[in-house]
Each structure stands twice: as structure tokens, then as C-alpha cells.
């Protein structure tokens, strides 16, 4: 058990949905991440919240749209979507070290999506 | 920018040692993480480098050297149960978001 838990597990959506996807982490964390693994590329970073505030969005079309109410809950929220989107979506938290730089991130176990 | 570059496949045979190693390009570097990810799985933190030299835990071990911006995971006493896919992931100062590698698939083959 990790301590990060997503819901669903696995997805089939249209290019018409909308569907979220849920991130909670029990580890007390304050930074949490959304990352992106297609087959054969390397995971993708897509955003970052750090105390609740978003500090890195990595170039993510608007089709995405992630939302942080409090530290332990990350949402993301799909509408859209292309058939390009498939992929495995990860959430991962952390906890800050001091400076950043250290820190060991703890990952879900993934939402599988699959856009017709 | 940052990259890292790792080999795609290694095979290896169960009981032996395998070494994957990982270079990096970052103007900013802090350390240097390995993380464990299984089929089907979430990947699993296995060793972080933030100064040069060996950093053991167990069977694994991982090696950094900044000077010539590489590190690698050593792997001893080669299990089945290793089979899967390594990456190595570079932090860098003030983010907290890491960048990982493309990841090195192990096989263990019995």
C-alpha cells in the first residue's frame, strides 16, 4: 500500500465526455503531482500543487483541467478528450524537504484511460 | 532544458548482477532517484544520489558521479521477481517535480 489511492482504476470514455478522475494521498503531504505514461515514452509531468497552489503546468492542453481543493485531494477533470489522450494518468505526492529538491515521491497506482 | 538518456532493455539471468545506467544534461541539478515500476503498477521509489559515490539498500545499490553527470542501479542476486521496468529521475533545485527517463525494461530470465 502506498497511501496514494486513485479512483477509477480504469476508464472508457467518448470524445464527447466528461469525466474526473480522483487522486487522494493519507501520507500528509503538502505537494501533489499529475503525471502522464503513454507506451513507450517516459512519464510526463502535467501539473504540480504545492500547498493547494499550482506551480507548474507543463504546456497541457485546456481539454485537462486539474483542481486541488485541499492538500490531500487532486482532481482532474477531462472534457474533449482526443484518442491521442490514452494513456496510463498518474498521481503522486510528496512533502517538502526544506528546499526543494529532495524528495521522494509516492505514487497511485493509475487511472488507465482508453478515448474512443 | 533537462534530459536523461537510459538504455531501453537489459536481460539478465536469475542469481546474476546487472548494472543500468543513466546519464543526464540539467543546469540545475540536485540528485539523482531510482524508481522500481511493474507491469500493470504504480512506480515504487527504490534509491536517491545527492552526493557522489554508492548509496546501498539491500540488493540495490546506486552510484552517482556529478562530475560526469551519470549514475547507475546496481541490481545483485537477480530475482524473477525483478523483471520490470527502472527509471531513473532527475531533481532538480527549487522544483519539486521530478524529471524521469524513458526507463530500462529488466528481464530475468531463469
Known amino acids: 500500500e502506498t497511501g496514494v489511492t486513485q479512483t477509477p482504476r480504469h476508464l472508457v470514455m467518448g470524445m464527447t465526455n466528461k469525466k474526473s478522475l480522483k487522486c487522494e494521498q493519507h501520507?500528509?503531504?503538502?505537494?501533489m503531482y499529475w503525471y502522464k505514461q503513454s507506451a513507450k515514452k517516459p512519464l510526463e509531468l502535467m501539473f504540480v500543487y504545492n500547498f493547494k497552489e499550482q506551480t507548474e503546468n507543463n504546456s497541457v492542453p485546456s481539454r485537462f483541467s486539474p483542481e486541488c481543493p485541499n492538500s490531500s485531494h487532486l482532481f482532474l477533470h477531462l472534457h474533449t478528450l482526443q484518442p491521442e489522450d490514452s494513456a496510463l494518468y498518474l498521481c503522486?505526492?510528496?512533502?517538502?524537504?526544506?528546499?526543494?529538491?529532495?524528495?521522494?515521491?509516492?505514487f497511485g497506482p493509475g487511472t488507465r484511460l482508453l478515448v474512443l | 532544458g533537462q534530459s536523461l538518456e537510459q538504455p531501453s532493455e537489459v536481460t539478465a539471468v536469475e542469481g546474476a548482477i546487472v548494472q543500468i545506467n543513466c546519464t543526464y544534461q540539467t543546469s540545475g541539478f540536485y540528485g539523482l532517484s531510482w524508481y522500481q515500476q511493474h507491469d500493470g503498477g504504480a512506480p515504487t521509489f527504490l534509491s536517491y544520489?545527492?552526493?557522489?559515490g554508492l548509496e546501498e539498500t539491500g540488493r540495490f545499490s546506486s552510484f552517482l558521479s556529478r562530475s560526469d553527470s551519470y549514475g547507475y542501479l546496481l541490481l545483485q542476486e537477480l530475482q524473477m521477481k525483478d523483471s520490470a521496468s527502472y527509471f531513473c529521475?532527475?531533481?532538480?533545485?527549487?522544483?519539486?517535480?521530478?524529471?524521469f527517463g524513458s526507463g530500462t525494461r529488466l528481464q530475468v530470465q531463469p
Open positions: 501520507l500528509g503531504h503538502n505537494a
Open positions: 503522486a505526492s510528496s512533502q517538502a524537504k526544506g528546499l526543494a529538491g529532495e524528495e521522494t515521491q509516492y
Open positions: 544520489n545527492g552526493l557522489d
Open positions: 529521475a532527475l531533481h532538480e533545485g527549487g522544483r519539486r517535480a521530478l524529471t
